[in-house]
């Protein structure tokens, strides 16, 4: 049985950006300044990201026009696939459709490239002569150096300990692509060396890179700061994901009952869930959408719907999310991308009015499932994708059961070329199977911002 792979022509790529913003029941809180409690003015925002980046981050449009010149290198890679897969459906014998997007066709091998190019495209147009970032597994790193390269602009990367040691070839890619990067915490920052002074094995989290990368921000004028997730307009860039999917079901003659997605700070999961979600809300199909985290890692389904910092060191303005707590260290799994403490605050209120679902995953169980993907569908999915894929297998095992036959899509957000150390280690019986640690989270939790925000 073969594969069925739907392609769109270089025309059909989305001319706009798709908003939840302007959809949403319930308005996402903005940013408030954790000094006086107060919403943070746009301006304040300028400081750490290009203008064009603060404009869409506050609009309440519901398209934004995607400018000509992202378009333009976005045809390397877009519209991407998307296959109906056929034999994993045989293997599981299931009577569901399962079908899913494939973001690994990028340069970078994930869906990252789509922010990247539009992020510092903005930066580029302003004058930007350096830009810093932070990087988990590395596949934002990766994409951020080649969009830099691109603009003649230089790349500095601060990726997390645990996947910079997990994840050499990361490394190697970025700096390919004229990227720097550095394993943190480090030794170049005050943040880094106030961690490394209690620490000095210190794995590393988002939030502590998150720190550094602002610390070069804040001290350089001609440095601006890129996002890989969280923030409104990362999660606006890769809408692109579900708009070409859109048009790809209707050529298969279907539509979803259920979209699935893997949540670390969101980016994917909004991409391919968002634009249904918005049909929906203007009257459109109900669709079950499904959120899937790492059980080391839960902000959705442990956390607190909180205002919180982005980073561990306190640098960004506090912000209304589902959180662990910004202090949390989350164990060191080999999806790097998805061990952030908190979700993304679109994201989080949007559970939070209850249109969506969320649920965990063990390392084992995902490396387990990302294999028999690989072996029905002949691509190898990087661990955070398979997140996804463990949460799809579950749900066409009880349609199974069931006899229901429902039709599921996911986005298989990146490629585990890379990633094949941590294959070799799970069939080396090398990994545990993480969970959260219920005291750190409190006691994270307890040190959250006690200032009460004003909304």
Same mark, same amino acid.
């Given at each position: ?9 270089? &025309? ?13 029941? %319930?308005?996402?809180?903005? +940013? ?8 943070? +003015?746009?301006?304040?925002l300028e400081v750490i990201f290009s203008k064009m980046a603060v404009e869409q981050e506050f609009s309440q449009e519901r398209y934004i026009e995607i400018p000509k010149e992202v378009r333009d290198i976005m045809r390397q890679w877009r519209p991407s696939p998307l296959y109906r897969a056929r034999r994993l459906e045989a293997a599981l014998k299931t009577p569901a459709h399962i079908y899913y997007k494939y973001e690994g066709v990028s ?17 580029? *147009? ?29 790349? =500095? !990367?601060? /990726? !997390?300990? $645990? ?7 990361? =490394? ?9 990067? *550095? ?11 106030? *961690? ?5 094995? $210190? ?36 809408? !692109? #994901?579900?708009? &070409?999917? /859109?048009?790809?079901?209707? /050529? ?19 991409? *391919? ?30 956390? =607190? ?9 306190? %640098? ?17 799994? @080999? ?5 952030? @403490?908190? /979700?993304?605050?679109? #994201?989080?209120?949007?559970?939070e009015q209850g249109l969506m679902r969320a649920r965990t995953v063990k390392q084992l169980d995902v490396f387990r499932d990302a294999v028999a993907f690989a072996r029905s569908e002949g691509i190898i999915p990087a661990p955070e994708s398979s997140h996804a894929i463990s949460a799809v297998m579950d749900e066409a095992r009880k349609c199974a059961e069931t006899g229901e036959s429902k039709v599921i899509l996911f986005n298989l957000s990146? @490629? ?40």
């Amino acid at each position: 049985m073969s594969q069925v792979k739907y392609v769109l022509d270089e &025309e059909s790529i989305p001319k706009f950006w798709y908003n939840i913003e302007a959809d949403l029941p %319930k308005k996402t809180p903005r +940013p408030v300044n954790p000094a006086n409690g107060e919403v943070l +003015p746009s301006e304040a925002l300028e400081v750490i990201f290009s203008k064009m980046a603060v404009e869409q981050e506050f609009s309440q449009e519901r398209y934004i026009e995607i400018p000509k010149e992202v378009r333009d290198i976005m045809r390397q890679w877009r519209p991407s696939p998307l296959y109906r897969a056929r034999r994993l459906e045989a293997a599981l014998k299931t009577p569901a459709h399962i079908y899913y997007k494939y973001e690994g066709v990028s340069p970078s091998g994930s869906h990252k490239s789509n922010s990247a190019m539009a992020q510092v495209f903005a930066n580029k *147009i302003q004058g930007t002569k350096y830009i810093t970032t932070e990087t988990g597994a590395g596949q934002w790193g990766s994409a951020l150096s080649q969009a830099c390269n691109i603009f003649g602009i230089s790349c =500095k !990367v601060y /990726m !997390v300990r $645990c996947s910079y040691d997990q994840k050499p070839y990361r =490394k190697a890619m970025m700096e390919v692509f004229g990227g720097t990067a *550095i394993a943190s915490p480090s030794p170049f920052t005050e943040a880094g060396r106030e *961690i490394l002074a209690k620490d000095p094995n $210190c794995r590393g989290s988002l939030g502590i890179a998150i720190s550094e990368a602002l610390e070069d921000v804040f001290k350089n004028p001609d440095t601006k700061y890129c996002l890989g997730s969280v923030l409104n307009h990362v999660l606006l860039h890769q809408s !692109v #994901i579900g708009q &070409e999917a /859109m048009k790809q079901l209707e /050529m298969a003659g279907e539509y979803p009952d259920m979209i699935v997605g893997a949540c670390g700070g969101g980016s994917n999961f909004a991409g *391919i869930a968002f634009p249904f979600l918005g049909e929906q809300l203007r009257g459109g199909r109900k669709v079950d959408i499904l959120g899937v985290e790492p059980a080391a890692c839960p902000s959705l389904t442990r956390g =607190k719907y909180a205002y919180d910092f982005g980073d561990v060191a306190g %640098k960004t303005p506090l912000f209304k999310m589902y959180t662990l707590g910004s202090r949390y260290l989350p164990p060191a799994v @080999h999806a790097g991308g998805l061990r952030y @403490h908190g /979700m993304a605050p679109q #994201i989080s209120n949007v559970f939070e009015q209850g249109l969506m679902r969320a649920r965990t995953v063990k390392q084992l169980d995902v490396f387990r499932d990302a294999v028999a993907f690989a072996r029905s569908e002949g691509i190898i999915p990087a661990p955070e994708s398979s997140h996804a894929i463990s949460a799809v297998m579950d749900e066409a095992r009880k349609c199974a059961e069931t006899g229901e036959s429902k039709v599921i899509l996911f986005n298989l957000s990146g @490629h585990g070329h890379l990633d094949l150390a941590s294959y070799m280690a799970y069939f080396a019986n090398q990994l545990q199977n993480y969970q959260y640690n219920e005291k750190e989270i409190a006691m994270a939790l307890s040190m959250l911002p006690s200032q009460t925000p004003k909304e």
